[in-house]
């Protein structure tokens, strides 16, 4: 994902399990646009996608 110093050009959305609490957080601190959870619910996802559009406008 993220190299030292190096911003992406582009917004990163992770998925994660929301059972795997270690998990989540550890995806968080990657610093990642959007951290969206399974069981996937298709509205967050278009959100998180939609205001990642919208930024970079």
């Known amino acids: 994902m993220r190299q030292a110093g190096?911003?992406?050009d582009a917004g990163t959305?992770?998925?994660v399990d929301d059972r795997n609490t270690a998990l989540r957080e550890r995806a968080h601190q990657m610093g990642p646009a959007a951290v969206v959870t399974k069981p996937l619910q298709v509205?967050?996802?278009m959100a998180a996608?939609?205001?990642?559009?919208?930024?970079?406008?």
């Open 6 to 8: 190096r911003e992406p």
């Open 13 to 15: 959305v992770l998925l």
């Open 49 to 57: 996608i939609s205001d990642l559009l919208n930024f970079r406008e």
């Open 43 to 45: 509205g967050v996802l």
